[in-house]
T-cell receptor
Framework: SQQGEEDPQALSIQEGENATMNCSYKTSINNLQWYRQNSGRGLVHLILIRSNEREKHSGRLRVTLDTSKKSSSLLITASRAADTASYFCATLANSGGYQKVTFGTGTKLQVIP | EAQVTQNPRYLITVTGKKLTVTCSQNMNHEYMSWYRQDPGLGLRQIYYSMNVEVTDKGDVPEGYKVSRKEKRNFPLILESPSPNQTSLYFC???????????FGQGTRLTVV
């Protein structure tokens, strides 16, 4: 399996509910980022959490990082129809003297109005 | 406006006909990379570049070439495209790979 795997693969919720997506990875990382992608468009950066941080907030987004379990979660509170998109985690890790960014397979979120 | 520009946005070509997808960024970023996105596989890195004249293979480099002669440009070259290279391609840039990446709009390539 790949570095940076999201779970679930797809999620459908009602507007106003919270959405939680998880990401697991395999190697030690420097930081972990979450991105959003609207259908067929480029990815847009949402939030970055460093390996020495445990939790970070940005508006309705809350990200946690557990380096002992090699996992992260993205919580979107009070979801809106406009939050419908795919969400990807990306890990940054040292690899052969360079820092390599690896994306996961994504979670497709549908928010029903 | 800070941006990453890819061209073309859409391309249909035939097997074996060389093509180049251009990528340009105006943020003076050192780090640039190319990804392909396929259903169920997420984004897979093709090549990346840490700086001018410094490039390295990503996870799926076979059938692709890149060059980084200038800091702002990072073209992706398919010398002899094949149908299995039909995909959605994204170029991205960031400050030394440590911070947020900025993505281009994507290039949807179909090889028939």
């Amino acid at each position: 399996s790949q570095q940076g795997e999201e779970d679930p693969q797809a999620l459908s919720i009602q507007e106003g509910e919270n959405a939680t997506m998880n990401c697991s990875y395999k190697t030690s990382i420097n930081n972990l980022q979450w991105y959003r992608q609207n259908s067929g468009r480029g990815l847009v950066h949402l939030i970055l959490i460093r390996s020495n941080e445990r939790e970070k907030h940005s508006g309705r987004l809350r990200v946690t990082l557990d380096t002992s379990k090699k996992s992260s979660s993205l919580l979107i509170t009070a979801s809106r129809a406009a939050d419908t998109a795919s969400y990807f985690c990306a890990t940054l890790a040292n690899s052969g003297g360079y820092q390599k960014v690896t994306f996961g397979t994504g979670t497709k979120l549908q928010v029903i109005p | 406006e800070a941006q990453v520009t890819q061209n073309p946005r859409y391309l249909i070509t035939v097997t074996g006909k060389k093509l180049t997808v251009t990528c340009s960024q105006n943020m003076n970023h050192e780090y640039m990379s190319w990804y392909r996105q396929d259903p169920g596989l997420g984004l897979r890195q093709i090549y990346y570049s840490m700086n001018v004249e410094v490039t390295d293979k990503g996870d799926v480099p076979e059938g692709y070439k890149v060059s980084r002669k200038e800091k702002r440009n990072f073209p992706l070259i398919l010398e002899s495209p094949s149908p299995n290279q039909t995909s959605l391609y994204f170029c991205a840039s960031s400050q030394q790979g440590r911070t947020e990446a900025f993505f281009g709009q994507g290039t949807r390539l179909t090889v028939v």
